[in-house]
């Protein structure tokens, strides 16, 4: 296995500084480079081989991991993929541009929700203009392929070019043909994996644009749900003895062919003499799907607000500017990355608010950022998976609930009882130990702290009672949970298709 110190990461290649264009900025003189961001679906901080998984291969993603800078304490914005996409484009914090849920603001329950949600909306306001459309300004060509989930039409949104993306947060009818509703797949071949024809339409996208800078936002269906992969990858992975951290066949499957296309995507950057100036960004939209992967030794996974479900993999290759097998221990968010690619791309940044600041300091060794925390609101609810005993609600995955993490120090309060968690991340990685009572003066501080963040940020706190919560109902709820044969009427409702197991 390896080491857990061998974390999380976000990936860079890029041209060599010598003459700097200005600033920490290190592009050549008159090069700017290419940039291929790749961005994976509910893909777990333990899910590729150099975060520690022992059954799950990823060789390609392992040896660019090696040749760049790990960040162990990157985080998404979101817990669950809409907001956290939101909020990556945009480069603000949700109560900026109201994305808190896919899909409704309440998924569950209503009689089990002591609050009234704050409904939020699920598209993407067009005068919020996103990293695409500022790099495309500064004489870019920007494509998408692959999900997208912020509104019917990426073109709206500064990208030239769209493959496969729209509204829909899955992959149209799974895996295989046919994809309903998904832009350029009405003719895909009867056998054809998904996963392949994105990464076959990357490569596409590189040999058209090779004489300009582009910029790809490949933003793989894989590995949310349902679990489908390629009847040859799954025959190899059921003949593997399990890990003891992973185990699962099709995931192990699936990880596998956006792997190999991430190879293939490599492949062609040498072949067309473009990897020195290409920057490539890897990272993942949130925490792994609990009931399939493992997140150990963090807590929790897609969809809470513990560990498991907001640490992503980040990685940053950049030969000449990153040093190779570096890493950094900073928390960073995603919001970071719009400032970062305008830097790196030459783009001036827009006029309006921007959460994140640029990593380049940090890449390139030259300097440390500004003190600040990590923030996040989650103002709705979100249903269970099933038995969730690692954490303490077994019916919701997430109630309404805020966040801040400054330095060690991270504070989680629950907005139906106002119960505040405090963990120092440091010394208790698996949020196990709460020292709301033995440190009440840092809870003080955080919870003061993350009251003057939501003020200034307009973050709105549900507070009004829900006239369907039935106390009643949900203790009897939580009880049949916590028997050991009780059927869970939580579950999301099974896939469309049998998959493997």
């Avoid at 296995?1 to 860079?12: I, Q, S």
């Avoid at 490539?280 to 479900?309: H, W």
């Avoid at 109902?473 to 298709?497: F, I, M, Q, V, Y």
Wanted: net charge neutral; with cysteine.
């Amino acid at each position: 296995m390896v080491p857990l110190r061998a974390v999380a990461v976000f990936l860079l290649t890029g041209s060599i500084a010598t003459d700097w264009v200005g600033g920490s900025s290190p592009i050549r003189a008159g090069e700017r480079p290419n940039v291929l961001f790749v961005f994976l679906d509910d893909f777990g901080w333990r899910d590729a081989g150099f975060m520690g998984s022992d059954f799950y291969e990823t060789p390609h993603l392992d040896r660019l991991a090696a040749q760049g800078m790990v960040f162990t304490d990157a985080y998404a914005n979101a817990s669950n993929c809409a907001p956290s996409r939101a909020c990556l484009l945009s480069g603000q914090y949700t109560p900026r541009h109201e994305i808190y849920n896919v899909g409704t603001g309440l998924r569950g329950d209503p009689r089990f929700s002591r609050l009234k949600h704050i409904a939020g909306t699920q598209t993407l306001r067009t005068d919020i203009r996103t990293w695409a459309d500022v790099i495309r300004d500064a004489g870019y060509a920007t494509g998408t392929i692959g999900k997208w989930h912020l509104s019917h039409d990426p073109l709206a949104y500064g990208f030239d070019f769209n493959f496969a993306g729209s509204h829909s947060g899955s992959p149209p009818r799974g895996y295989f043909p046919p994809h309903p509703g998904a832009p350029g797949l009405a003719d895909a071949p009867a056998e054809e994996y998904l996963t392949d024809r994105l990464n076959d339409e990357a490569i596409g996208f590189i040999r058209r644009h090779r004489d300009r800078p582009w910029l790809l936002y490949l933003t793989h269906f894989a590995v949310h749900t349902p679990l489908e992969a390629k009847p040859d990858l799954l025959a190899k992975y059921q003949k593997k003895p399990p890990g003891e951290l992973h185990s699962s066949v099709v995931m192990a499957a699936m990880i596998e062919s956006v792997d190999e296309g991430i190879g293939r995507i490599v492949g062609e950057l040498e072949r067309l003499h473009l990897s020195e100036r290409t920057v490539i960004v890897f990272t993942s939209d949130n925490g792994g799907y609990g009931p399939a992967t493992s997140m150990s030794p963090l807590k929790g996974y897609k969809g809470t607000y513990y560990e498991g479900g907001i640490r992503a993999p980040f990685f940053v290759k950049w030969p000449g500017v990153v040093p190779a097998g570096s890493r950094c221990e900073v928390p960073i968010i995603h919001v970071d990355l719009f400032p970062t690619l305008c830097e790196i791309t030459g783009a001036t940044l827009p006029d309006q608010p921007l959460d994140g600041v640029s990593l380049l300091p940090l890449l390139t060794k030259s300097g440390d950022l500004p003190p600040r925390a990590l923030f996040w609101h989650f103002p709705a609810y979100l249903q269970g998976y099933s038995r969730n005993d690692q954490q303490r609600d077994p019916i919701f995955r997430s109630r309404p609930c805020g966040v801040v993490r400054d330095g060690d120090w991270k504070l989680l309060e629950d907005f139906e009882t106002g119960e505040l968690e405090l963990y120092n991340l440091r010394r208790d990685i698996g949020e196990s130990d709460n020292l709301v009572n033995t440190d009440p003066g840092k809870a003080k501080e955080m919870h003061k702290r993350l009251v003057a963040w939501r003020r200034a940020t307009g973050a709105p706190v549900p507070t009004v009672p829900n006239p369907r919560f039935d106390p009643v109902a949900e203790g009897r709820e939580r009880k049949r949970l916590a028997s050991p044969d009780g059927r869970d009427e939580t579950s999301p409702r099974p896939d469309s298709r049998p998959v493997a197991p």
